[in-house]
């Protein structure tokens, strides 16, 4: 059974910087494709940054295009969200999810998804 655990998540000024883990066992990186999503209390769950099987395909969510970077390490089996110049409305529990297909990631469906690591951005 596949398994992946977020780790990274803390509280940060405005303008700061986190970089968030997924540690994946269970599958393989050359096979599945990750996105990292995002939910606060009251809001819908938003996608935020995917990469695909290959490593070279990536997607950013419109929000944070320029401030995140989404990378992935195979030998590790890891996958990293670096979040640069961080705002209030970043905050939120960030997940990380698994699929083999792009198509359904980008739409918010994963077979399997963490648990979540909490982000609080303060002003």
């Known amino acids: 059974q596949a398994q992946l655990v977020e780790s990274g998540g803390d509280l940060v000024q405005a303008g700061g910087s986190l970089r968030l883990s997924c540690t994946i066992s269970g599958l393989s990186l050359a096979d599945y494709s990750i996105c990292w999503f995002r939910q606060s209390p009251g809001k819908e769950r938003e996608g935020v940054s995917c990469v695909g099987w290959g490593g070279y395909s990536t997607h950013y969510a419109d929000s944070v295009k320029g401030r995140f970077a989404i990378s992935r390490d195979s030998a590790k089996n890891q996958v990293y969200l670096q979040m640069n110049s961080l705002k209030p409305e970043d905050s939120g529990k960030y997940y990380c999810?698994?699929?083999?297909?792009?198509?359904?990631?980008?739409?918010?469906?994963?077979?399997?998804w963490g648990q979540g690591t909490q982000v609080t951005v303060s002003a």
């Open positions: 999810a698994a699929d083999r297909t792009w198509a359904r990631l980008l739409r918010g469906q994963a077979t399997y």
